[in-house]
């Protein structure tokens, strides 16, 4: 890509403004940890929840969704879309309860919820686990896609691409902690989103339009239907029905994923933890799953569907290089230097927070708890902004060693499953104890490297990732229930502290209740109603959209005016279940 006098003004005054936002807030970032990780919880809601959408918006997203919906159309995107049940959970159900919990992390949350030496050592083998192993590996990818972006516009090689896509972000995050952050991260989101919105109106300008690319979609596609379909055609080879049920009836609950963890959690937590109070938590959640599930997507899959007409051949042996390729090949001098602004804008958002939310893992749950426990919080930033530099330098090291992001991605996918029907029922069962949780996450572990190393189904089954999930799921919850029966429940005390702390609420929690003489818990059916119309409304919005585009009037309405009924059905059912007596939200 060949880069104009202007291209590089605007990509110099980009990294500037981003560098300057970071300095502006490190004399506030060095007060204290609580200012440092979560902003001295003084976050509003529309500030929360941009930086968690501009968090998942990285220079991976783009690439992989281009490779989902040029292998398998916009069906094939449904490897995330699942995750929507699981974000409207934590809208209507658990929200509101982080917050309440005040932790600094949900790492902290284990010794919250349960007592003694398994909760303690659960909670520093989460911190390592989550913060430096898991965190790398997710940075690592994310850095993967950047460097292929820099490396085919600029040409230059993954190395070089890689130390200079980490090291600026690695400066201000290091500085500025979470303040700096956010702030970049609303800055970013916008450029992020004008980037990716103009990239698909030239990509449709060079073929033809809309009406030239449906005319050219079924020489790839067999159909148009087939390209941009939402729901895969029955008897789908490359998606069977069996997958996809297993995509929407259990991927969503059983599977810990970042930004879509059952019952939040990750970064998602660590920017409720910062908001203002409860009602600025749920709606800091409730605008982030608008944003990242109906607005962002629908950009990326014009520019795929345009990619693949235009370079049909990259479609089997490199699908992520094609939204590059449209970047490079038909873009305008200054849309250009834009384009590659907002690519470094979604990467820099998604790794300043990784780093952030990283380094507060393993000072605020290892180093603090069991290492320093006493020193003063000078001490503390000071170790923070170290720790944040060496986590930088790590995932350098994974990102030379990573090949393929979707890989990446059903790796992660893997190695959670089965463990999130544990931090669903934590806060509502009361009998789980922290041994649950251990079982859970080593069972996970130990099923899916034994499925990778045995191989008991072909390589070549359409089935492969629907058994090996069913497989792994179902065995890790068999062994995580038993777990939980044959060991102690947590001390009563602990049991009635979180109780009291948190109001959970629930029928899991009604024996326990009766028996330590405190409040009865409240329903949760009014929250679950809201969640079943919260998922009818991102969907409806979601598919709404997509018919819009591509001229399906009808669809359109139809699809839109059910998500504006849901919506109102999911304010109503929450504000009676926040006040059963009046119907009005409590303050």
């Not at 972006?149 to 090291?167: D, H, M, P, Q, R």
């Not at 008897?235 to 997958?243: C, K, M, N, R």
């Not at 079982?439 to 190393?453: D, E, N, P, S, Y």
Request: net charge positive.
């Amino acid at each position: 890509m060949k880069l104009t006098q202007n291209d590089w003004i605007i990509i110099v005054a980009y990294f500037v403004l981003s560098l300057g936002i970071g300095l502006v807030y490190t004399r506030r970032a060095g007060r204290s940890v609580a200012e440092y990780f979560l902003s001295g919880r003084h976050l509003p809601w529309w500030l929360a929840g941009t930086s968690m959408v501009a968090t998942t918006f990285a220079a991976d997203t783009p690439l992989a969704v281009t490779e989902m919906v040029a292998r398998h159309g916009v069906a094939g995107n449904w490897l995330w879309w699942n995750f929507v049940m699981s974000g409207m959970l934590t809208v209507f159900l658990y929200a509101r309860l982080w917050r309440r919990a005040g932790v600094m992390t949900d790492v902290e949350f284990i010794e919250l919820r349960y007592a003694g030496r398994a909760a303690a050592f659960l909670r520093g083998f989460r911190a390592i686990y989550l913060g430096l192993l898991m965190n790398s590996l997710i940075m690592g990818w994310v850095t993967l896609g950047m460097a292929k972006v820099i490396g085919l516009s600029l040409n230059i090689g993954k190395l070089e691409a890689t130390f200079l896509c980490l090291g600026i972000t690695a400066f201000y995050s290091l500085l500025s902690g979470l303040w700096g952050v956010v702030v970049t991260d609303a800055v970013q989101f916008v450029i992020a989103m004008v980037g990716a919105i103009a990239l698909a109106v030239f990509a449709l300008e060079v073929v033809g339009g809309m009406s030239g690319l449906m005319a050219r979609l079924p020489e790839h596609f067999g159909s148009v239907e087939a390209a941009i379909a939402v729901w895969p055609g029955w008897g789908s080879a490359w998606l069977p029905v069996e997958t996809l049920l297993v995509y929407i009836g259990v991927q969503w609950w059983a599977s810990w994923y970042p930004g879509a963890e059952p019952g939040g959690g990750g970064y998602i937590a660590q920017r409720i933890f910062s908001t203002r109070d409860e009602r600025h938590g749920v709606l800091a959640t409730l605008w982030f799953n608008i944003a990242h599930y109906t607005l962002r997507p629908w950009p990326w899959i014009l520019v795929a569907l345009s990619a693949v007409v235009l370079y049909p051949h990259l479609r089997t042996t490199d699908p992520t290089a094609l939204y590059v390729r449209v970047m490079v090949d038909h873009l305008p001098p200054i849309w250009r230097g834009l384009l590659l602004a907002s690519f470094a804008a979604a990467y820099m958002s998604t790794i300043a927070t990784h780093l952030n939310w990283g380094t507060s893992y393993l000072i605020n749950d290892f180093y603090r708890r069991f290492v320093r426990p006493s020193a003063d919080e000078r001490h503390y930033v000071y170790v923070s902004r170290v720790a944040t530099g060496l986590l930088a330098l790590i995932s350098v090291v994974v990102t030379l060693n990573l090949q393929r992001i979707t890989g990446a991605w059903e790796l992660l996918l893997g190695l959670g499953a089965g463990t999130g029907l544990v931090y669903l029922l934590r806060w509502f069962w009361w009998r789980i104890n922290a041994w649950s949780e251990i079982a859970a996450m080593t069972t996970a572990l130990a099923v899916t490297v034994g499925l990778k190393i045995a191989r008991p189904f072909p390589e070549d089954d359409p089935l492969l990732y629907a058994k090996s999930m069913l497989v792994t799921v179902t065995v890790t919850t068999i062994v995580w229930l038993l777990v939980t029966w044959l060991t102690p429940a947590e001390p009563e005390a602990k049991l009635r502290e979180f109780y009291e702390r948190v109001r959970p609420g629930g029928p899991g929690w009604a024996a326990l209740a009766r028996r330590l003489d405190i409040a009865t818990p409240n329903s949760l059916a009014p929250y679950l109603a809201s969640w079943i119309f919260g998922c009818v409304l991102i969907y409806s919005f979601l598919f709404g959209i997509g018919a819009l585009i591509f001229g399906q009037w009808v669809k359109a309405l139809l699809s839109i005016g059910a998500g504006i009924l849901a919506g109102i059905g999911a304010i109503k059912s929450f504000a009676r279940g926040q006040n059963p007596k009046k119907g009005l939200c409590s303050p």
